[in-house]
């Protein structure tokens, strides 16, 4: 049967060799071996949607590539992806364009935090949260996700402990990367209701706020109640959902004046943007005219992910994998192989050739974890699934 009956072609195979891909052509820099199969950083080896690609040929066919700002136009592609995909009604004045998403958290940081401040993170997390927070002379506070039953939840009661005079930020990942977890408003709420008492400012990433599995719904931060949203910094993009992160380009979006001010004025101190020519028009096109192949794509990834789980299942059975509510990124838990991290990699990647991401490169409670990228088309994910068996087979 084939796994794209469809209209786009999310099974072909391209090679991104020598296109200066971060995934793909650092291998020997970054890891020291050569020829490994990566399945680790976050972008897809599939082409972004042809509405996209047709909307950077007719930039890239104008020929004059001068300063640019993001029209009336892209603002309200934004505006209207944001209201129809996740009924959240933004208002034109709240939105900032932003180099990306982790410019804009680290400008929040310094916004809206002093030197010394303490920002709450929660691990396991994106790395580079607790990394920039640390650059930048602010406090890492973890109040690391708890995991019971197989499923990893915000631990609200600890916040309650681990908040002190000092903390005056919390980075939200939502959907939460990585352990694939979509927060539900129930959540969500007791999160905004504690921060609310207790004067904290929520840094809300939701770059992967698009790619939800059928089923499940992604809450805007700031949609919850209008207190959430005035002590809210939200940042979105496209580039994650479609495929676009070499381009670069983000959305921030704070709905209080006062935060609003504080923040734009770092972006202005730092004169980042103005606009990318090529992110501008690609982002406009994605929200315009990119919902067709976005939902085709959430069901490959979702097929893809069926697949990998009943692989191990069957090959694999101490190796399981967290029930896929968003991102393409399955969280692979290997803790019953009683290996050290180090061991683990050196087999994956000794082994098999095997390129993934450490789970504990994501801080507290990601040992013994690895994060597998699954937006890659079916024969590329066959082979990886068949690696992972060889990887632990051997001695
Ligand atoms: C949670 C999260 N935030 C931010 C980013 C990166 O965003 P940007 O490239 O816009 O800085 C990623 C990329 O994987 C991510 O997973």
Redesign the pocket.
Known sequence: MSTNPTAYDFDRVIDRRGTGSLKWDFGQRLTGRSGLLPLW??DMDFEAPPEIVEALRARVEHGIFGYTLEPDSWFDAAAGWLRHRHGWEVRREWMLPSP????AMVFAVLGLTEPGDGIVIQPPV?Y?FAHRIGANTRGVVGNPLTLSGGRWEMDLEGLEKVVGERTRMLVL?SPH?PVCRVWDRETLLALADFCLRRDIVVVS?E??SDLVMPGFRHVPFASLSQEAAACSVNLV?A??SFNL?GL?G?LTIIPDAGLRARFDAVQHSIAAGPANAFSAAAAEAAWRRGERWLEELLGYLQANYRFLAGFLAENLPPVTVAPLEGTYLAWLDMRALMLSDDQIKEKLQRNAGLWLDEGRMFGQGGEGFQRLNLACPRAVLTDAAERLVRAFRRG
């Open positions: 950083v976050a990306g998403v982790i410019p994106y580079p990942c990367n990433d770059i992967h993009s580039t994650k992160a670069g983000s």
